[in-house]
């Protein structure tokens, strides 16, 4: 697919070209590159690779990438922030003698690419002598193409004043409910233009639009000293504006208001065993943690082993370890609409796939990249190395990791009925889990007590407990497909130095048995 | 990185281009940075890198309008757009309500955090270090896997009424995690210094391998309330969130720790143990920071906890002009340290009946405010006492803890000398009470 051109003057067409005209030009220029960027661009790339090459790199591969971001931030009546940001530079790693190097500079013209390059060689020749193990990377294809995530409406060309518009409207529409105390609303746009280049052949150009809406309602009782929040914050997607007109964001808007003040007068959960059904609002962060993380092979190779953690998963589990009831199954998808880790390749020009992690509850593979495929024997990588921006080291993340369906319609009605004594869980709450991704506990926005198949009153400071395999094993409902939702999030970390991902997660609501929940509102 | 020139010539040219624009007040901030890692695992180079990058931010104001940008762009066409861009979101932009006028000239101390070395690393050098490193780990029959890092940056900002500052600041770390061969152990130790060349790596990975070596298969405890002692790393994972929670404003909202009832807050109260004091100094010897607070307040020596009464909170400009007060001078970092004479780790552990040592504490997030209440787990090294000595490693355990209860007058019973994990001076405490509420299988 092709990166859709110049909008700007499609934008101006539409009838908005006086307003148009004293706000959007100079950015839309910015980020209009013509030919000649692009030919200084290309020719950045080739002077770096080819003087890689001359200096002794066996491989090498750049990503010259431009990121824009809007962000506005409001809070009750006024906006708060309106900010831009724009950010150019040039990342190039290579392999000598076996042996990573890595630079980055945010001058993007031959003279620092050449200079990039000498960088990198010299890091990875003083590398070279810890060499114990030269690495190889998997087969690929050598790629030459454009890709763009389809969007309807470009956020960089709506005016500012209908998104504020926007946000005061969801802050009207929460703040009108009586007893809400708070209201803070905020909307990102992320634009990331890429280039991709390798000593192999492969020169890919690709565009990514992400939106990313988000809000927050707080109910503060001042004469108790008491407050709660009800978060909304998850939904962010790969799409375009389309996503905030489209999507009813009024009414969550208000129904978040009444939960929160509901919340603040709910009674304190009794802590116990409880059925627990969890809605795809919450699931997502329990896959995310669980299964995201669990199976990413570098962790299971102690690559993390000083940050984020290895996992419980060995590397040989793959195939012969059962990680939840028959039920469950889980892919890994870099190719699912409006999934936040969805692209059409990946920084090291692997096209994009959907594969089985786990099916009919076997763990049966790994999360890939082209230097960790051939630790597992596998001739071919998952397409899963990304960079969160032109001066981080490529490295494994998470794709979009999703719980499949069940294969007929099952309503969470139906999901409900089968309980007698539990509880419903919904939104993000506290997340947290150990650094082999064994022992989590995590809460809800919006939590409310199931009593014989039937929906009951909320209650607070309730938080669920359990350990991945006892978790994934204890699930024996799946929602049906007309129940499937696609949450995620926005700043995964992993990695030192520091990067966030995005990513999204998929999944029907899901019932689990005799799970274990605190109360964490005692000391 | 800039020079203080360069720095302050962009910054000049940013506001020479917003005034031209028809800007009435604005700010510039230029952020040059250098950062070079090498990253081990499995006893070998995983990545390892240099990136270099420039930080180009402008807001402006036209009447009480205000507009951002950002870019890391500086060349001339540039500089201007960047300017223009700022005031265009500004002139479409609704009234900012919380609008105070930039910052006049003022005067600031002189910024001690900044080593050339750490600027410029020598590859070579840092090579041979990973190498004792290493070899420590595969003596010890251990696999290592760590992270060196030098990261260096200099800030300018200048505003429109006549503020001018420009400070540089550097920062090495080297972190280690050892595991034992059959994975039943594992241990962490991190130091971290302004000058890469006071890192003394082998003193890192031998705190480190020595903690994988002593937590070898671990025996399981019951979940329940027990004494603790924690060591000042983990402390450090800890002592943010109640730093964080230091705000006035959200005090005075009625949504923080710190509200009292009725409306007020609880400054003035003995909410702690009185041998607790927490304080920020940029000028302190062994966390020396930028003197001056993100806002552009000169920073000097501020008191926000003392013999454990809640002294002060943090006013912004703008909250300190609601409330008709000073905005504060900090916290710019925090310096946790005992009102009286500190104890030592060891005395700590030998006056120790029963109960826990615990080296540090993993993917811990708040679960309520109202309460600083944590959860989280520990990790890479915990400990069964008894009778004033080590007796054998445990499992790691998941808490849920209030900070409030934690640091309580009844809780802390003795506090240790603080080692610097920036941006913390951080020292060991001995607890009463900490409450554990399950049992976690990862090592």
Redesign the interface.
């Known amino acids: 697919m092709a990166i859709p051109p110049v909008s700007r003057r499609q934008f101006i067409a539409t009838g908005s070209a006086l307003l148009a005209a004293?706000?959007v030009p100079?950015?839309a220029d910015?980020f209009q590159p013509g030919p000649a960027d692009d030919a200084r661009r290309a020719e950045a790339a080739e002077v770096a690779l080819a003087r890689a090459t001359a200096l002794g790199a066996t491989y090498a591969d750049i990503r010259i990438n431009r990121y824009r971001r809007e962000s506005i931030a409001t809070r009750e009546r006024?906006?708060?922030?309106?900010?831009?940001?724009?950010?150019?530079?040039l990342?190039l790693?290579l392999l000598v003698n076996g042996?990573?190097?890595?630079?980055?500079?945010?001058v993007v013209d031959a003279a620092s690419a050449r200079a990039a390059a000498e960088?990198?060689v010299?890091?990875?020749k003083?590398?070279a002598?810890?060499?114990?193990?030269k690495v190889v990377l998997a087969n690929a294809d050598k790629v030459v193409t454009t890709w763009a995530n389809p969007i309807k409406r470009d956020p960089f060309e709506v005016?500012?004043?209908t998104k504020?518009a926007f946000l005061m409207k969801l802050n009207e529409t929460a703040m009108a409910v009586p007893g809400v105390?708070?209201v803070n609303s905020q909307i990102l746009f992320v634009d990331e233009q890429k280039y991709f280049a390798s000593t192999e052949g492969s020169r890919i150009t690709q565009r990514l639009v992400r939106t990313y809406p988000q809000f927050s309602v707080?109910a503060?009782d001042?004469?108790?000293?008491?407050?709660q929040a009800r978060p909304v914050v998850d939904r962010a997607q790969l799409m375009g504006y389309e996503y905030v007109e489209d999507y009813p964001w009024f009414q969550d808007a208000e129904k978040a208001g009444h939960e929160v003040v509901e919340k603040l007068t709910s009674k304190p959960v009794v802590p116990g065993r409880y059925d627990i059904v969890v809605d795809p609002s919450q699931l997502f962060l329990a896959i995310h943690e669980s299964v995201g993380h669990s199976t990413e092979l570098d962790r299971a190779?102690?690559?993390?082993?000083?940050?984020a953690?290895?996992s419980?998963l060995k590397p040989t589990d793959a195939g012969t370890l059962r990680f939840g009831a028959k039920i469950v199954n889980l892919v890994g998808d870099r190719t699912q609409p409006g999934g936040l880790a969805t692209t059409g390749y990946d920084d090291e020009g692997v096209k994009s796939e959907r594969w089985h992690l786990v099916r009919d509850g076997m763990f049966v593979d790994w999360q890939t990249t082209r230097e960790l495929a051939p630790l597992v024997g596998q001739q071919r990588s998952h397409g899963c190395l990304h960079a969160d921006d032109w001066?981080?080291?490529p490295?494994p993340r998470m794709p979009n990791v999703s719980l499949e369906p069940a294969a007929t319609e099952v309503s969470l009605d139906e999901l409900f009925s089968g309980v007698k004594r539990g509880l419903f869980v919904e939104g993000r709450g506290?997340?947290?889990?150990?650094?082999?991704?064994?022992?989590f506990?995590f809460?809800g926005a919006v939590i409310r007590e199931i009593t014989n198949g039937k929906l009951g009153g909320m209650v607070k400071?309730a938080?669920y407990?359990s350990?991945t395999p006892d978790f994934w094993a204890s699930c024996d409902g799946l929602g049906g497909p007309a129940t499937y939702r696609l949450w995620g999030t926005s700043a995964d970390g992993k990695?030192?130095?520091g990067q966030t991902n995005a990513v999204s997660h998929g999944c029907p609501p899901a019932r689990f048995r005799n799970v274990?929940v605190?109360n964490?509102?005692a000391? | 990185m800039l020079n203080r020139d360069e720095s302050l010539h962009i910054c000049d040219t940013v506001l020479a281009h917003a005034k031209g624009a028809g800007a009435d007040d604005a700010a510039v901030s230029v952020h040059s940075s250098v950062e070079s890692h090498a990253r081990f695992a499995d006893n070998r180079i995983t990545t390892s890198g240099r990136a270099e990058d420039l930080g180009i931010t402008t807001t402006v104001w036209v009447g009480r309008r205000r507009g951002a940008a950002t870019a890391n762009d500086a060349s001339p066409e540039a500089l201007k757009q960047l300017a223009n861009e700022a005031v265009q979101i500004a002139r479409v932009s609704p009234v900012h309500r919380e609008y105070v006028p930039t910052l006049g000239p003022l005067t600031y101390g002189e910024a001690r955090g900044f080593a050339p070395a750490t600027a410029d690393v020598d590859l070579a050098a840092r090579a041979t270090a990973l190498a004792g490193v290493m070899d420590t780990c595969r003596k010890e029959k251990v696999t290592g896997a760590g992270f060196h890092s030098a990261n260096a940056s200099a800030t300018a900002a200048a505003t429109a009424n006549g503020n001018r500052r420009y400070f540089r600041s550097s920062q090495a770390e080297l972190s280690v995690t050892a595991r034992s061969a059959a994975g039943t152990g594992s241990g962490y130790y991190a130091g971290d210094h302004f000058d890469l060349n006071k890192l003394n790596s082998q003193h890192i990975v031998e705190q480190s391998v020595g903690k994988a070596v002593r937590s070898r298969a671990p025996k399981p405890i019951e979940p329940g309330v027990y004494p603790v002692i924690l060591e000042p790393q983990a402390v450090a994972d800890l002592i943010g969130f109640l730093t964080n929670s230091l705000d006035a404003r959200t005090a005075d909202e009625g949504r923080s720790a710190f509200s009292g009832k009725d409306g007020k807050t609880r400054v003035g109260e003995a909410m702690f143990s009185e041998r607790l004091n927490i304080y920020s100094d940029p000028m302190h010897a062994d966390i020396p920071v930028s003197p001056s607070t993100t806002e552009g307040i000169p920073a000097s020596r501020f008191s926000l906890i003392e013999a454990g009464v809640l002294e002060n909170l943090e006013y912004s400009r703008f909250w300190a002009q609601e409330k008709t007060c000073e905005a504060t001078p900090g916290p710019v970092n925090y310096i946790i340290e005992s009102s009286q004479p500190p104890t030592s780790l060891d005395d700590m552990i030998k006056g120790m009946a029963r109960g826990l040592v615990i080296s540090r504490f993993w993917y811990v997030r708040q679960v309520d405010p109202r309460s600083i209440m944590l959860t989280g787990l520990t990790r890479d090294g915990l400990w069964w006492v008894e009778k004033g000595r080590i007796q054998y490693p445990v499992r790691n355990l998941r808490f849920n803890q209030s900070m409030l209860a934690m640091l309580a007058p009844w809780n802390v019973e003795a506090i240790g000398a603080p080692e610097r994990r920036l941006p913390l001076m951080v020292p060991a405490l001995k607890l009463s009470g900490f409450a554990f509420t399950s049992i976690s299988d990862a090592i």
């Open positions: 004293t706000y100079d950015w910015a006024q906006v708060r922030n309106v900010s831009r940001s724009a950010s150019y530079g990342g790693r042996a990573w190097g890595f630079a980055a500079t945010n960088q990198a010299a890091i990875a003083a590398n002598v810890l060499v114990t193990r005016p500012l004043d504020t105390s708070f707080t503060a001042r004469a108790s000293g008491d407050f190779l102690g690559w993390e082993a000083n940050m953690g290895t419980f001066s981080s080291v490295f506290v997340s947290s889990i150990d650094q082999q991704r064994y022992n506990q809460g400071d938080a407990q350990r990695g030192e130095p274990t605190l964490t509102g000391a």
